[in-house]
T-cell receptor, first 110, second 113 residues
Framework: GQSLEQPSEVTAVEGAIVQINCTYQ??????LSWYQQHDGGAPTFLSY????GLEETGRFSSFLSRSDSYGYLLLQELQMKDSASYFC???????????FGQGTELSVKP | DSGVTQTPKHLITATGQRVTLRCSPR?????VYWYQQSLDQGLQFLIQ???????AKGNILERFSAQQFPDLHSELNLSSLELGDSALYFC????????????FGPGTRLTVT
C-alpha cells in the first residue's frame, strides 16, 4: 500500500528552527511535496523535491532521500503565523494524484 | 486567494440525500482535482479531470461521481449520503496533467445529519 508517516504535533518557540519529518512506504512516485494548511483553510503549496537533496525557498527548505524513503521540511526563523498543519504528499506517476500524510500540527509559542 | 472558487461554502443535509458541489478552476488551468478531508482520514484524493477527461482516480466511493464541463468547471455529486460523508471537500486545479503544485479552493464543508 501507500502510506506516509509524520509526527502528529510539534511545538517550537518563535525564532527557532523546526524540522518536520516524513517517512513513506511507497514506490513509483515522481516526488515529495509539502503543503501548509491554516485551521481548516485551503492547503497551500510550499515546496517540492523531485530529486534527492535539499530545496530552499526562503525560510522553508525541504529534503528528500529516496534510498531512505524519507523527507523533511525545515522551517527557520519561526514566526507565530507559521502555526498551522503541514502535510507531506507524494505525487504519483498517474496524473496528478497526490497522496497526503496525516499532517503535523505545528504550534509556535512566543 | 488561489483563484479557485467553490460553492457552496457550507452544506447541511440529511442522510440519504444527494448534493452537488461545484468548482471553478483558476483561469487557464485544465486539471481539476477533488479531495475529501475528514478528521480521521486526513486529506484523501478522490478524482482528477483534465480538459474534460477523467485522468486519475483514488478511493472514490461508487455513490460519488464527478465531471468536468466544456467550460472546465467541475461538479462532484454525492448521493445516498451517510453520516460518515461529513467532511471538508476541496477542489484544486493546475495547468497540466501531473502537477505537484496544485491550487486549492476554500472548500465546501458538508454536514450530514
Amino acid at each position: 500500500g501507500q502510506s506516509l508517516e509524520q509526527p502528529s504535533e510539534v511545538t517550537a518557540v518563535e525564532g527557532a528552527i523546526v524540522q518536520i519529518n516524513c517517512t513513506y512506504q511507497t514506490s513509483g512516485f515522481y516526488g515529495l511535496s509539502w503543503y501548509q494548511q491554516h485551521d481548516g483553510g485551503a492547503p497551500t503549496f510550499l515546496s517540492y523535491n523531485a530529486l534527492d537533496g535539499l530545496e530552499e525557498t526562503g525560510r522553508f527548505s525541504s529534503f528528500l532521500s529516496r534510498s531512505d524513503s524519507y523527507g523533511y521540511l525545515l522551517l527557520q526563523e519561526l514566526q507565530m503565523k507559521d502555526s498551522a498543519s503541514y502535510f507531506c504528499a507524494v505525487l504519483y506517476n498517474q496524473g496528478g494524484k497526490l497522496i497526503f500524510g496525516q499532517g503535523t500540527e505545528l504550534s509556535v509559542k512566543p | 486567494d488561489s483563484g479557485v472558487t467553490q460553492t457552496p461554502k457550507h452544506l447541511i443535509t440529511a442522510t440519504g440525500q444527494r448534493v452537488t458541489l461545484r468548482c471553478s478552476p483558476r483561469s487557464g488551468d485544465l486539471s481539476v482535482y477533488w479531495y475529501q478531508q475528514s478528521l480521521d482520514q486526513g486529506l484523501q484524493f478522490l478524482i482528477q479531470y483534465y480538459n474534460g477527461e477523467e485522468r486519475a482516480k483514488g478511493n472514490i466511493l461508487e455513490r460519488f461521481s464527478a465531471q468536468q464541463f466544456p467550460d472546465l468547471h467541475s461538479e462532484l455529486n454525492l448521493s445516498s449520503l451517510e453520516l460518515g460523508d461529513s467532511a471538508l471537500y476541496f477542489c484544486a486545479s493546475s495547468a497540466g496533467t501531473g502537477d505537484y503544485e496544485q491550487y486549492f479552493g476554500p472548500g465546501t464543508r458538508l454536514t450530514v445529519t
